[in-house]
C-alpha cells in the first residue's frame, strides 16, 4: 500500500519536472522571439514623439494665429495682448474663452501624453504657470463684461418685474445674472426664464443694490492642478539618466570604432597606393560605406533597446501603489483622492450694483468705479445682531446638473475654501436631488463657487471584463460594474466609446462614436462620470485583488499583443491566486467566426516568467494550479496559446499594428483588470 502510494507521487513528480525542465531548454528561445514581437513599444513610443513634433510643425505653418502654447514667447505675448483689451462684452469674451480653453486643454494633454523621460522640469512649471495664467485672465475677462453689462441694467430691465434678468447659454459655459433694480421686498423667489435655475433670497438681499451671478463654467478652473512629478516619475527620472548615459556611451564607441577603422583603411591605402591609384579610391568609397553604416545600425538598435527597457519600467511604474495619502484632511476637507467633481464649477456671486448708465443730451454718461467690480459681503463679517442666523438666514439656491454627467448616486455638495484653496462641505444644507428633472436644491450660508462631487471608485471593483477582436488591428474592450457597462472599441491610436448601460439600461451619451486618442478619452470618460482607471491611491479606498504591477505589466502587453486573434475573459480563480500570479481565460478569435453561445475558454495562469494550462475551469468547486493533461509550461502567453492556435491566428497576430498594440496595452495599463476585478 505505502509501496503504490509511494510510487504515484513519484510518478507525479516526474509528470511535473519534465515540462518544467523542457520549459528553462526552450526559454531563452521563447524570450528572444517575445523580445522581438514586444519592438512594436519602443517603435509605437518612437511615432508618438514623431507625431508630437508634427503636430508643431503642422500648428507653424498654418499661421492661423494662434499662439503655440508650448513655446513660452507666444503664449506670453498672447496673454499680455489679451490683457490690453478692453470693454469686451460677455459674448465677446465666450467666444475667445473657446480659443483660450482649446490652449489650455493642449498644454493639459502635452503633460498627460509626453513620456516623464521626455519632461523636462522647467517645462513642466512653464506649463503649469501658463495654465493657471489662462484661467485666471479668463475669470478676470469674465468679471469685466459683468461689469460693463451691469452698468446698462437700467436700460435692459423688464418690464414686468422692473429688474433686469439676462441668460447667456454656450457650449462651455452658463451665464444667469440677476439686477434687483426695484428693491422690492416682495420679490424674493428668483426663477430665470425657460429654466428652473434660482434663488430664494432673503429681505435684506430683496432691498439692496445688489446683483445675482451664476457662472456655471463646464470645466473646473477651480481645482488646483494636479502634480506632475509623482514618485513613481521621479524614479522614472533616474531611469531617464541611465537611458541618456547609455547612448552616450553606445555613441562615443562608434566613434571610437569609426576611427579606428578609418585609420586602418588609410594605412592599408598609403602602402598600397602607388600600385592601385586609379581603382583604390574607388574601393575606398564601396568599403566606407558599409564600415559607417553597420555602427549606425549598432547605434539604432542600441536606442531601442535602451527605449524598449524605460518604456517597460515607465509602465511598471504607472502600476505602483502610494502607501499613504499625500496630504492630511482638515476637518469637512474634501478628498481628492477618493471624490471628483463633476459637471464643471458654479460660481455664485453678490455683487454691487454698480452705478448705472444716464441718458444726457444724446450721450450715456455712467461713473466708472476706479476699484471695479465688487462683491457684496453675505452675511456681514461683523454685526451686533443678537439674532443674526434670523437676519441673515441661508439662502436657497437651485442648480440644473449638466446633462452630460452621469451620477449613479445623489450627488454631494461642496463649495470652495478660497483661504484655505480647497473644498469643503461645511456651510451647506437641506440638500434635495431630483433625478428625473436633474435638479439640486440646497442651502447655502454665503456665496461661493460650488461644485458636484461623486466617488471616484463608485464604479471599482468591476465585476467582469472581456477584451476580443472585432476587426483587422480593431478590439472591444467590454467592463462590467455594479451600476454600468461599458464598450470600449480600440483602434490603431484611437479609443471610442461604443455602448453604455446604466442599471441594465441603454444609456445615450455625446461620447459615443466619437474616436480619441487614449489619453484624451479617459480624460473625457472621467468628465462624464464615467471613470474606471485607478490611480495610485486607489487601493486605499477599494477593496482590491493586488498584484504585483511587474506580473500585471508583462500580462498586459502580451495580451494586447495577442489580442487581435485571441479574445480574454475575466475568471473568478484569480483572486484565489497569490499577487504574483494572474489567471484569465483566453480563447481563439477569428474575426470570420460566428458568435458562439458557449465558447470554449482556455484558463491560464501567467506569473510574468512562466504560463500554464491550467486543469480546472470556471465551474470547478476548487483552485488548484495543476497542470492540464497533454500540455506544457512555457516561459510567455505567446507560446503558451501557439500549442493549441491555428497558423491563421498566429499570422494575425504577427502582422498586427504597433500603434494599436500599444493603444490595447495602454487602456488595460489604465483599467488594471488584473488587480481591480
Known amino acids: 500500500m505505502l509501496l503504490t502510494k509511494y510510487k504515484a507521487e513519484i510518478k507525479k513528480k516526474i509528470n511535473v519536472s519534465m515540462p518544467m525542465k523542457q520549459d528553462l531548454e526552450r526559454r531563452n528561445e521563447e524570450l528572444e522571439e517575445l523580445y522581438l514581437l514586444e519592438a512594436c513599444f519602443p517603435e509605437a513610443e518612437k511615432l508618438k514623439r514623431d507625431n508630437r513634433f508634427l503636430s508643431q510643425w503642422k500648428h507653424y505653418i498654418e499661421c492661423d494665429g494662434s499662439p503655440d502654447p508650448s513655446i513660452a514667447q507666444e503664449i506670453n505675448t498672447f496673454i499680455t495682448l489679451w490683457k490690453e483689451e478692453t470693454n469686451e462684452t460677455l459674448e465677446e469674451v465666450i467666444e475667445k474663452s473657446k480659443l483660450v480653453l482649446n490652449l489650455i486643454e493642449k498644454l493639459k494633454l502635452i503633460l498627460l501624453e509626453t513620456p516623464p523621460y ?40 423688464d418690464l414686468d418685474s422692473g429688474n433686469m434678468e439676462k441668460v447667456i447659454q454656450d457650449e462651455n459655459v452658463t451665464l444667469y445674472i440677476w439686477a434687483n433694480l426695484k428693491k422690492n421686498p416682495r420679490h424674493r423667489s428668483i426663477r430665470f426664464s425657460e429654466t428652473q435655475t434660482g434663488f430664494e433670497i432673503p429681505r435684506i438681499l430683496a432691498t439692496s443694490d445688489i446683483a445675482l451671478r451664476l457662472l456655471h463654467t463646464h470645466y473646473d478652473h477651480v481645482t488646483p492642478l494636479s502634480p506632475v512629478l509623482t514618485p513613481s516619475q521621479e524614479h522614472i527620472s533616474i531611469v531617464t539618466d541611465f537611458v541618456k548615459e547609455e547612448v552616450k556611451s553606445v555613441q562615443t564607441a562608434v566613434s571610437k570604432d569609426l576611427q579606428e577603422e578609418n585609420k586602418q583603411e588609410n594605412e592599408s591605402n598609403s602602402v598600397h597606393e602607388e600600385e592601385t591609384k586609379a581603382e583604390g579610391q574607388g574601393d575606398v568609397e564601396e568599403q566606407m560605406c558599409p564600415v559607417q553604416e553597420e555602427p549606425e545600425a549598432t547605434k539604432y538598435e542600441m536606442e531601442m533597446k535602451l527605449l524598449s527597457e524605460t518604456v517597460s519600467a ?50 450715456m454718461i455712467v461713473e466708472i468705479l476706479k476699484e471695479g467690480l465688487q462683491k457684496y459681503t453675505y452675511p ?16 436657497e439656491v437651485t442648480l440644473e446638473v449638466h446633462e452630460n454627467v452621469i451620477f449613479f448616486e445623489n450627488p454631494m455638495v461642496a463649495r470652495w475654501d478660497a483661504e484655505g484653496k480647497q473644498w469643503k462641505t461645511d456651510g451647506i444644507s437641506n440638500v434635495s436631488y431630483k433625478s428625473e428633472e436633474r435638479l439640486i436644491t440646497f442651502n447655502l450660508e454665503t456665496f461661493c463657487p460650488v461644485t458636484l462631487i461623486q466617488d471616484a471608485h463608485i464604479n471599482m471593483p468591476y465585476q467582469s471584463w472581456e477584451l476580443r477582436p472585432l476587426d483587422v488591428n480593431k478590439v472591444l474592450l467590454t467592463i462590467t460594474t455594479v451600476f454600468t457597462e461599458l464598450q470600449i472599441q480600440i483602434k490603431e491610436n484611437l479609443c471610442m466609446l461604443a455602448s453604455i448601460k446604466v442599471n441594465n439600461k441603454n444609456h445615450s451619451s455625446i461620447l459615443e462614436e466619437k474616436w480619441m486618442t487614449p489619453v484624451s478619452f479617459i480624460i473625457a470618460l472621467k468628465k462624464a462620470g464615467l471613470n474606471i482607471f485607478p490611480t495610485g491611491h486607489s487601493h486605499l479606498y477599494v477593496v482590491i485583488n493586488y498584484k504585483h504591477p511587474s506580473v500585471e505589466v508583462k500580462a498586459y502587453r502580451q495580451m494586447a499583443l495577442l489580442s487581435s486573434a485571441f479574445a480574454f475573459c475575466w475568471s473568478k480563480w484569480n483572486t ?63 507560446h503558451m496559446v501557439k500549442d493549441f492556435a491555428s497558423q491563421e491566428a498566429m499570422r494575425a497576430v504577427r502582422r498586427s499594428n504597433c500603434q494599436f498594440v500599444d493603444s490595447v496595452c495602454h487602456m488595460l495599463l489604465s483599467t488594471r483588470l488584473l488587480s481591480y476585478s
Open 314 to 363: 515607465a509602465q511598471e511604474l504607472l502600476l505602483e501603489n502610494a502607501s499613504e495619502k499625500p496630504y492630511f484632511l482638515e476637518e469637512n476637507e474634501v478628498d481628492l483622492c477618493q471624490f471628483t467633481t463633476l459637471g464643471g464649477v458654479y460660481h455664485l456671486d453678490i455683487l454691487e450694483l454698480p452705478p448705472q448708465c444716464k441718458p444726457m443730451k444724446g450721450w
Open 380 to 395: 456681514p463679517e461683523t454685526t451686533e445682531d443678537l439674532e443674526a442666523e434670523n437676519v441673515f438666514p441661508p439662502i
Open 576 to 638: 484565489a491566486c497569490e499577487s504574483k500570479k494572474t489567471v484569465f481565460q483566453v480563447r481563439e478569435h477569428l474575426l470570420k467566426e460566428e458568435p458562439i453561445r458557449n465558447p470554449n475558454w482556455t484558463l491560464l495562469m501567467f506569473s510574468g516568467d512562466r504560463a500554464q494550462s491550467l486543469k480546472i475551469n470556471e465551474s470547478s468547486d476548487a483552485f488548484s494550479e495543476a497542470l492540464k493533461e497533454e500540455t506544457e509550461f512555457h516561459s510567455t502567453l505567446y
Open 118 to 157: 521626455d519632461l523636462q522640469g522647467k517645462n513642466i512649471i512653464q506649463y503649469q504657470e501658463s495654465i493657471l495664467e489662462l484661467q485666471e485672465l479668463l475669470h478676470l475677462k469674465f468679471n469685466r463684461a459683468t461689469e460693463i453689462l451691469l452698468r446698462q441694467a437700467s436700460t435692459l430691465a
